[in-house]
């Protein structure tokens, strides 16, 4: 905490029917609180297995289907490939393989209408990938998830959300950011923004939290202990606390089943869930990050074993990374694995050199190889939405790590991957970045 600046974690595991919890640091350095297990932080996109699994709950139900065009839904549905618009199903926006522009953040109000309004306005953004082929981190997919799962509903996404999946698993201090008078209460962390001068000083983030339209990206509020309660219901088949059966075990499988590849080391995408195999054990996952602060919560579902990392830093992930690789190798007996890098000739690493852009508020990565074969990687990144400025981060060197990727080696994105994606040519055409494709400029 002290290396990385974050004030305050909330660590939670779970292993083989025992659970604990704990708070450390503080939840604001501007009024400090000590951070305990009932402490609430933003857990950022671990929010879209919420999602996830009340989608398949009406997919039970009948409500929704995982591989019907979403028109039968959602008959005013608008993309800008109409084509994609008229075959995009469930199943594609919940694996993240939908194809346009995935970083899209608008405020458009607090009222029931804000996700409605926010779908209306995915047809301005440009396809970048084909339907269904390529693995791209999005938020913007999940916008329309939310819708789909309104319209099937009757009813908001957040009470749907309650009451398919908040409230049958039990999970009392459980809330949405953008309603912070039903939570101010009780004991909140502030995000903190780390800045790149080493001795200048955290600063709160500012505005607390995005709007109500970007709910099903990352709206949910929780603590320590209700995440290892939701991440019970995960380790099992289907059936809350209580008994009460949510989901058919054979939908719990669907959930956690590989369907996309993610990355160059194997990872998968399930339906939300991203899906590791590792020295023979398989572990499902997902991260979140808001303003000023990021989440993990990692399962090992045949191992009764799950950990949830919350903090108050946009250094948090890399805290959260290193607990994890302790946990798992003390629980699990997974160590780290090193792979030897191909012997790649100056020529092939040239025709990586290239500028790599997102849409709107998503990043772009510069791509520049030296004569000596050294590579360089300059990033640009918005925390929030496109009316914000841009974030440059110090040019770092890299090094290969396989065919068509490259680990960072030096600050803020170290030990970070960047991938290089082809066309049907066999023309480097992409590059993939903290999941998300960005399109050669």
């Not at 501007?30 to 305990?36: G, K, N, W």
């Not at 939570?183 to 800045?195: L, M, Y």
């Not at 500012?206 to 019970?232: E, K, M, N």
Request: hydrophobic residues 40%; glycine residues 10%; contains cysteine.
């Amino acid at each position: 905490m002290r290396e990385l600046r974050v004030p305050g974690v909330a660590i939670g595991l779970m292993y083989e029917g025992e659970e604990h919890a704990a708070g450390l640091g503080v939840t604001n350095l501007e009024h400090p609180l000590a951070v305990d297990d009932q402490t609430l932080f933003q857990i950022g996109s671990i929010t879209k297995t919420f999602v996830g699994t009340a989608a398949m709950r009406l997919v039970e139900d009948g409500m929704l289907d995982l591989d019907a065009p979403l028109r039968t839904v959602l008959p005013e549905l608008r993309l800008a490939d109409e084509n994609v618009a008229a075959r995009v199903t469930l199943r594609h926006v919940l694996t993240h393989t939908g194809g346009w522009a995935g970083d899209y953040f608008e405020d458009f109000g607090p009222g029931d209408d804000a996700l409605a309004r926010m779908v209306a306005r995915l047809e301005t953004l440009p396809q970048i990938t084909p339907l269904g082929e390529v693995s791209s981190y999005s938020n913007s997919g999940f916008y329309l998830a939310g819708r789909v799962i309104e319209a099937a509903a009757g009813q908001t996404l957040e009470a749907a959300l309650r009451e398919l999946v908040i409230v049958p698993l039990g999970l009392t201090m459980t809330f949405f950011r953008h309603w912070a008078h039903e939570f101010i209460t009780h004991r909140v962390a502030a995000g903190h923004v780390v800045p790149e001068e080493s001795d200048a000083p955290l600063q709160v983030a500012r505005p607390y939290a995005r709007s109500r339209s970007g709910c099903p990206t990352g709206g949910i509020v929780s603590t320590i202990r209700d995440v290892l309660r939701y991440a019970r219901f995960h380790l099992g088949d289907g059936r809350a606390a209580d008994g009460t059966r949510l989901l058919t075990a054979e939908s719990m499988r669907r959930m956690q089943e590989p369907l996309v590849r993610t990355s160059y080391l194997g990872t998968m995408r399930g339906l939300t869930w991203g899906i590791y195999a590792t020295q023979g054990v398989k572990r499902v996952g997902h991260e979140g990050a808001t303003l000023g602060q990021q989440a993990l919560l990692s399962l090992a579902p045949g191992r009764g074993f799950a950990l949830a990392v919350l903090t108050n830093s946009n250094r948090g992930a890399a805290l959260a990374g290193r607990v994890r690789i302790v946990a798992l190798e003390r629980y699990l007996g997974v160590r780290p694995e090193k792979t030897m890098a191909p012997d790649i000739s100056i020529v092939l690493l040239r025709d990586y050199a290239g500028t790599y852009r997102g849409h709107g508020a998503g990043p772009a990565v510069e791509v520049s190889v030296a004569d000596d074969g050294t590579v360089l990687l300059r990033i640009t990144e918005r925390v929030g939405t496109t009316d914000e400025p841009a974030h440059q981060r110090p040019t770092a060197r890299a090094e290969v790590a396989a065919e068509d990727a490259l680990q960072v080696t030096e600050g803020w994105d170290k030990g970070n991957v960047v991938e290089f994606l082809r066309d049907s040519a066999g023309a480097v055409k992409w590059l993939r970045y903290a999941g998300r494709v960005l399109e050669r400029a």
